[in-house]
């Protein structure tokens, strides 16, 4: 059973930059599969941020493209996400997940798998 | 991008009583790639149904999801206790994937 549990600090200051750490066990991310991260402010929806197939393709929420990179350490089985000059509606609870993904074009399909999640809260 | 109307809001119903929850999105989802998930609080949420009608594994043959193009609909045909939660439809046919706003269902 692939386990995935996000990691990070809890409170960023405004105009830092967040970041947090998603480790996955059960699982080797270079063997295949789309890995995503998605957020939820406090009582609120759900929001898609970035997904990525190791080493064929990324993609990123366009709303917050110019903000967020995901990255990947194979060697440690885990990937991150760096997301820049946050603000307070940047505070959500933070989640990463494995997607299923399309055969051939590597494009990312429905969360199979969430991690429990990890709150930020942007505040000075 | 897609956006994904649910309805209703808040649904108040009984254990036992059936459940049919919809969503409308605003152009049509293509190859039905359509996700409903249930989340309880303070939890992550959990998929129940992809590709607009396919059970994901372990999921209770009571959650049963249909639908095409623009419309989709979750039903849960008897409510067990542990059934209430919301529900979010999720749209990955078009990027950027959207969800939903969620819908409630509650103990009436």
């Known amino acids: 059973q692939v386990q995935l549990q996000e990691s990070g600090p809890g409170l960023v200051k405004p105009s830092e930059t967040l970041s947090l750490t998603c480790a996955v066990a059960?699982?080797?991310?270079?063997?295949?599969?789309?890995w995503g991260w998605i957020r939820q402010p406090p009582g609120k929806g759900l929001e898609w941020i970035g997904s990525?197939?190791?080493?064929?393709?990324?993609y990123y929420n366009p709303s917050l493209k110019s903000r967020i990179a995901i990255s990947v350490d194979t060697s440690k089985n885990q990937f991150s996400l760096k997301l820049s000059s946050v603000t307070a509606a940047d505070t959500a609870v933070y989640y990463c997940a494995r997607q299923s993904f399309v055969w051939g074009t590597y494009r990312p399909l429905q969360f199979e798998f969430w991690g429990q999640g990890t709150l930020v809260t942007v505040s000075s | 991008e897609i956006v994904l109307t649910q309805s209703p809001g808040t649904l108040s119903l009984s254990p036992g009583e059936r459940a049919t929850l919809s969503c409308r999105a605003s152009?049509?989802?293509?190859?039905?790639?359509l996700a409903w998930y249930q989340q309880k609080p303070g939890q992550a949420p959990r998929l129940l149904i992809y590709?607009?009608?396919s059970r994901a594994t372990d999921i209770p043959d009571r959650f049963s999801g249909s639908g095409s193009g623009t419309d989709f609909t979750l039903t849960i045909s008897r409510l067990e206790p542990e059934d209430f939660a919301v529900y979010y439809c999720h749209q990955y046919g078009s990027s950027p994937c959207t969800f939903g706003h969620g819908t409630k269902v509650e103990v009436k």
């Open positions: 152009q049509s989802v293509s190859s039905s790639y």
């Open positions: 590709g607009a009608s």
């Open positions: 059960g699982y080797s991310i270079s063997d295949g599969y789309c």
């Open positions: 990525f197939y190791h080493s064929k393709s990324t």
